[in-house]
């Protein structure tokens, strides 16, 4: 009753967002189960606008940034998002299918079954540093369960909020699919949606969840952390450079999961730092060209900076592993490897989002195992190691909403490994059928036999009662 009262409220929409949530809310009672065909063709024509405008999408992303690759926008954020599209379509007929159950022994001529229903309208809210790939990733569960979305990116993705308003109108009309420029955060969560997905800080998180609670609507929401990574004695130290700086420093660090702090065996620091300068001096031999990306603004770059500052300050060793020097015009920040970090440093206590990796080292793997459970359950958990005991040993004694053994970031790619976080960093998944599921009302639908006995239940209730409750629990049903 009470998200009823609240429809009504928006029955004379006061703006555009009131307009768009009150056309989808209409559209929804008026086709509240699509077909299998309807929801083939919206995936279709998401896929196509996303494939043909590819290099405009690509372009209005570097101009949020200030710079950004477009060769890393097209193989980070749009084919990931494409191959997640080609995928739901894929499957969709057997997410669909309704699911038989067990019919309990009393009832045994009867039917149940559960039946994977729409939600209704989905609200979607998108960070910046993946602006693309964290909204359509969510667009592609909720449509392929029958939803509608609306969508709210970041204000630092303005050009590419306003052409995929533009694209999505000329696709989908309004009613289907709907980014909305402009919008205020606390204006676009009030709205009494049937299920919303946040995606951004654990403060910001809060406030939506409490938003959210308002009109009792369910909420997953992936919060990021500081994700722990580990490289164990058996794994070649040179190849595990290779694999996690490229994903630490890809989009500069601006990663949800990129790995936030490292774990080394004692005494193999200096030749960690050796490869790294090697590695990343060759990857970005000049920082101010176009394969690095610039940090998104003027108080990132800033925080950034104090954020070295704070630790060298305190006694850590800040190692620069590219020529060039900071450039606060293009914002573009050098990558560092941070050493003799202490645990008084805003670098290890807070998310740091951006170039910088501090680095500690190990005795025991146990020592490294208590100091990730004494902390905020992390958003993905990193090791590399070939040994299937310490694997089996690291999932068993850890938790954290994803772990991936021998590089970094890629689980996030695998579309049929569920995706979210756990405690701080989050809660619900997407992605595959997960995501399916995580906008889907499972239905229970039980057809009564047609030669049951209900009466046998009736009052008034007799000894006759109590030599039914005997005989049902005698044999065990």
């Known amino acids: 009753m009470a998200q009823t009262?609240?429809?009504?409220?928006?029955?004379?929409?006061?703006?555009?967002?009131?307009?768009?949530?009150?056309?989808?809310?209409?559209?929804?009672?008026?086709?509240?189960?699509?077909?299998?065909?309807?929801?083939?063709?919206?995936?279709?024509?998401?896929?196509?606008?996303?494939?043909?405008?590819a290099d405009a999408i690509a372009a209005a992303i570097s101009r949020d940034f200030g710079h950004r690759s477009v060769i890393e926008t097209k193989l980070v954020e749009i084919f990931s998002s494409l191959s997640g599209i080609r995928d739901a379509r894929k499957k969709l007929k057997k997410w669909m299918k309704p699911q038989k159950r067990h019919v309990s022994i009393l009832f045994a001529t009867g039917k149940n079954r559960v039946l994977p229903q729409p939600k209704g309208l989905v609200g979607v809210v998108t960070p910046w540093n993946y602006p693309l790939f964290l909204s359509i990733g969510p667009i592609v569960s909720a449509l392929a369960a029958g939803n509608r979305c609306m969508v709210k990116l970041a204000t630092n993705s303005d050009n590419l909020c306003r052409l995929l308003q533009k694209l999505c109108a000329e696709a989908f009309g309004d009613d289907l699919v709907a980014f909305l420029p402009g919008v205020r955060g606390s204006e676009f969560t009030s709205l009494p949606f049937d299920h919303i997905i946040y995606t951004?800080?654990?403060?910001?998180?809060?406030?939506?969840?409490?938003?959210?609670?308002?009109n009792l609507c369910p909420v997953t929401l992936e919060l990021g952390g500081k994700s722990p990574t580990i490289?164990?004695?058996?794994?070649?130290?040179?190849?595990?450079?290779?694999?996690?700086?490229?994903?630490?420093?890809?989009?500069?660090?601006?990663?949800?999961?990129?790995?936030?702090?490292?774990?080394?065996?004692?005494?193999?620091?200096?030749?960690?730092?050796?490869?790294?300068?090697?590695i990343v001096g060759g990857r970005y031999p000049d920082i101010d060209e176009p394969s690095y990306t610039s940090v998104i603004d003027g108080p990132s770059f800033t925080r950034l900076r104090e954020t070295l500052d704070d630790a060298v300050n305190k006694g850590a060793t800040a190692i620069k592993l590219v020529d060039g020097n900071f450039n606060s015009e293009l914002r573009k920040f050098p990558p560092h490897l941070v050493v003799n970090v202490s645990q008084d440093m805003r670098l290890l206590q807070d998310e740091i989002f951006g170039p910088l990796l501090p680095v500690m080292t190990y005795r025991s793997l146990d020592e490294v195992l208590d100091y990730?459970?004494?902390?905020?359950?992390?958003?993905?958990?990193?090791?590399?190691?070939?040994n299937k005991q310490i694997q089996?040993?690291?999932?068993?004694?850890?938790?954290?909403?994803?772990?991936?053994?021998?590089?970094?970031v890629f689980h996030a790619l695998q579309h049929?490994?569920?995706?979210?976080?756990?405690?701080?960093?989050?809660?619900?998944?997407?992605?595959?059928?997960?995501?399916?599921?995580?906008?889907?009302?499972?239905?229970?639908?039980?057809?009564f036999p047609k030669f049951g006995k209900p009466d046998l239940f009736y009052p008034p209730y007799t000894?006759?009662?109590?030599?039914?409750?005997?005989?049902?629990?005698?044999f065990k049903l």
């Open 463 to 474: 000894r006759a009662h109590e030599k039914l409750y005997s005989l049902l629990n005698k």
């Open 200 to 214: 951004g800080s654990a403060e910001s998180g809060r406030t939506v969840m409490k938003a959210a609670a308002e």
């Open 372 to 386: 990730i459970n004494q902390r905020d359950r992390p958003l993905a958990l990193y090791a590399f190691t070939h």
């Open 392 to 408: 089996a040993k690291i999932v068993h004694n850890t938790m954290s909403g994803g772990v991936l053994f021998n590089n970094c």
């Open 231 to 278: 490289v164990c004695d058996d794994f070649d130290l040179k190849e595990a450079a290779q694999r996690l700086l490229y994903t630490k420093f890809l989009n500069a660090g601006q990663t949800c999961i990129a790995p936030d702090y490292l774990f080394l065996p004692e005494g193999k620091v200096d030749e960690f730092v050796a490869h790294a300068k090697r």
């Open 416 to 447: 049929d490994l569920p995706f979210g976080g756990v405690g701080a960093s989050g809660m619900g998944h997407y992605h595959g059928y997960e995501g399916f599921l995580e906008f889907s009302k499972l239905r229970p639908v039980f057809n």
């Open 5 to 53: 009262a609240q429809i009504k409220e928006f029955v004379a929409p006061q703006n555009d967002t009131q307009r768009v949530f009150m056309q989808q809310k209409a559209a929804y009672r008026a086709n509240p189960y699509p077909s299998y065909a309807q929801r083939m063709d919206s995936l279709a024509k998401l896929e196509a606008l996303i494939h043909d405008n």
